[in-house]
């Protein structure tokens, strides 16, 4: 499938060491959050997410971490493998008029080294 | 994949053409998303639902309508292709506000 990252921000880790993914998010007002993984030519598909009532959520070798104070977010990935290699995005889920928006950002490379 | 059917997967087209790609879900979610993606640029949103007949528009509206006349089908029409809309869209579904949104496997639209 075509590359989507070609301009993205990228890290390179090397296999068994521990990965960190930022993501500043725009709106004040947004209450969940949400961490996707896509590979190449595919849809992206949900890791984890977390609620603004939350400071951090943990799942099988991730690890999400929230600051609302200055607008973050971080993806840890333990035990960074092959198969993690993929590009990641940040989703906010924040209000529009009666719905709900879910923006994405811009997206991070993570390219797993042997 | 989560219940999701994207038609068409891969779709060339000439400028000035209408186009319409379909989006259909059997998870009776109340939310569905057109998003496209392009190198550099992330997944930017088009249009969304919240409901039948219930429409918004995202950030990349211009020169795309949307229709959603039941609770399983979101069509995004470009009314007439033009170059810029060469793209990747894909369509998402999500059951509320607070749960993830689940995405269909893309459609690659090429205009010429």
């Known amino acids: 499938g075509e590359s989507v990252g070609l301009h993205l921000p990228t890290l390179s880790v090397q296999e068994g060491d521990n990965s960190i993914i930022n993501c500043a998010y725009s709106n004040s007002a947004s209450d969940y959050f949400i961490w996707y993984k896509q590979e190449s030519g595919k849809g992206p598909q949900f890791i984890i997410d977390?609620?603004?009532?939350?400071d951090k959520r943990q799942g099988q070798r991730v690890t999400v971490l929230l600051n609302k104070t200055v607008k973050h977010l971080s993806l840890q990935i333990a035990a960074t493998q092959p198969g993690d290699s993929a590009v990641y995005f940040c989703a906010e889920s924040r209000p529009s008029g009666s719905a709900r928006q879910l923006t994405f950002g811009s997206g991070t490379q993570l390219t797993v080294l042997p | 994949d989560a219940g999701i059917t994207q038609s068409p997967r891969h779709k060339v087209t000439e400028t000035g053409t209408p186009v319409t790609l379909r989006c259909h879900q059997t998870?009776?979610?109340?939310?569905m998303y057109w998003y496209r993606q392009d190198p550099g640029h992330g997944l930017r949103l088009i249009h969304y639902?919240?409901?039948?007949?219930?429409?918004d528009k995202g950030e990349v509206s211009d020169g795309y309508s949307v229709s959603r006349s039941k609770t399983e089908d979101f069509l995004l029409t470009l009314e007439s292709a033009t170059s810029s809309q060469t793209s990747v869209y894909f369509c998402?579904?999500?059951?509320?506000?607070?749960?993830?949104?689940?995405f269909g496997q893309g459609t690659r639209l090429t205009v010429v």
């Open positions: 998402a579904i999500r059951r509320d506000v607070n749960t993830e949104a689940f």
């Open positions: 998870e009776n979610h109340r939310y």
């Open positions: 639902s919240y409901g039948v007949k219930d429409t």
């Open positions: 977390i609620r603004s009532n939350m």
